[in-house]
Each structure stands twice: as C-alpha cells, then as structure tokens.
T-cell receptor, first 114, second 115 residues
Framework: KAGVTQTPRYLIKTRGQQVTLSCSPI?????VSWYQQTPGQGLQFLFE???????NKGNFPGRFSGRQFSNSRSEMNVSTLELGDSALYLC?????????????FGNGTRLTVT | AQKITQTQPGMFVQEKEAVTLDCTYD???????LFWYKQPSSGEMIFLIY??????QNATEGRYSLNFQKARKSANLVISASQLGDSAMYFC????????????FGGGTRVLVKP
C-alpha cells in the first residue's frame, strides 16, 4: 500500500508570495492533518480535515488555510509568506479522527522563504 | 492542556546494545494515546509504536517496546539490539480523546549509533 505522498519536496518562495502544498493520504484514510516543524518551535499542529470538514485547528494565523477534497486528498495554502514560515511541512493521514488512530506521515515539503 | 517532555537532547549508543529514551507526559484527559516516531535525516516521520491509556500491557513492535508507567506518567521507548540505521531523531507524542487525533510532540531525542 502506498504511503502518504507530499508534493513538492522542496520549495523556494519570496516574502509576500503565496504557496500551495499538496498531500495524498494512504488509500482508505479519511483524516488528513498538517504539522509545521521548525528548529525553534518544534512540531506544531496546523489543522485536521475529515470528510472534507475541518475538525480541528491549531494556533496559527489566518494566512494558513487548508482544504480536503472528496477523494481525501488535501492542500494547504499559505498566503503573504513571511521569513518565519520557512519550515518543514508534514502531512499525515489516519483512518479516522479518533485519538487512538495512529498518524502516518509523508516525507514533508521543505519551504524556504527568502 | 497536554504536555510532553523529553529530557535527553542527544545520546550515543553502541551497536547491538539496548537504549532507553525517556518521555514524560501530562494531561487531564483520562483517555489518551502515546506514540513514538522516528525521524531520519530525510525528514519523514515514521510511526513506531502506540500505547493506549487503558492498555494493561506494555506495547511491543519488533525491537521496539514501550515502558508505560501510568502512575509516573512516563512512556519510555526501549530499542533493543541497536543498529546503525536506528540513528535518527525520536519523538514522543500524545493525543487525547477531547482533541481527537491531534498530536502534541516532545522536543525529541537525537540518537547516534556507534559501530
């Protein structure tokens, strides 16, 4: 079974631009979550989608948004990029949104903002 | 609020020896899950093992075992017979019933296996 696929693997953007990251979950998984990983803040939860609905949201500004499609694929958008948005963005999928449902992560998208 | 603490920023271990990675947690949710993930330099987070708050026995997955001490709020990971490929960052994380599958992560422990 194929794992979680994130595209692209690397991105370089300029301050003020916007970016869209894509995530394809494991087949059959209906929950998709996004995390930001930085050296200073560690791993932080962005949001979680289940059946095209945002179920949970972390403490990030409104510049960070996401959506999920009917095939469970998800996209994350960051508008008006700031230097501090440089990070590894990890997508994870799970069967459902239950607390005992392990998350399976993709390889991540490394975003650099210059 | 949930909190995960990993007090060992980094450690060396000799190949073929066992290593224990410490993890303590805090939560007010009586129903929660504890997870360990491995992150090699490539960046992917690899799920290793899960322990539920109501599980009576410690979880095991191959060379990985989780030493769950509920009263002490600790969930240490034990890796037996270390291999060079075990060199990576290891993260302890937890979820709670109130917040669904949202994970709170610890700061991680970097493990370097020496030949």
């Amino acid at each position: 079974k194929a794992g979680v696929t994130q595209t692209p693997r690397y991105l370089i953007k300029t301050r003020g631009q916007q970016v869209t990251l894509s995530c394809s979950p494991i087949s059959g998984h209906r929950s998709v979550s996004w995390y930001q990983q930085t050296p200073g803040q560690g791993l932080q939860f962005l949001f979680e989608y289940f059946s095209e609905t945002q179920r949970n949201k972390g403490n990030f500004p409104g510049r960070f948004s996401g959506r999920q499609f009917s095939n469970s694929r998800s996209e994350m958008n960051v508008s008006t990029l700031e230097l501090g948005d440089s990070a590894l963005y990890l997508c994870a999928s799970s069967l459902d949104s239950a607390y005992n449902s392990p998350l399976h992560f993709g390889n991540g998208t490394r975003l650099t903002v210059t | 609020a949930q909190k995960i603490t990993q007090t060992q920023p980094g450690m060396f271990v000799q190949e073929k020896e066992a290593v224990t990675l410490d993890c303590t947690y805090d939560t007010s949710d009586p129903s929660y899950g504890l997870f360990w993930y491995k992150q090699p330099s490539s960046g992917e987070m690899i799920f290793l093992i899960y322990q539920g708050s109501y599980d009576q026995q410690n979880a095991t997955e191959g060379r990985y075992s989780l030493n769950f001490q509920k009263a002490r709020k600790s969930a240490n990971l034990v890796i037996s017979a270390s291999q060079l490929g075990d060199s990576a960052m290891y993260f302890c994380a937890m979820s709670g019933k109130a917040a669904g599958n949202k994970l709170t992560f610890g700061g991680g422990t970097r493990v370097l296996v020496k030949p």
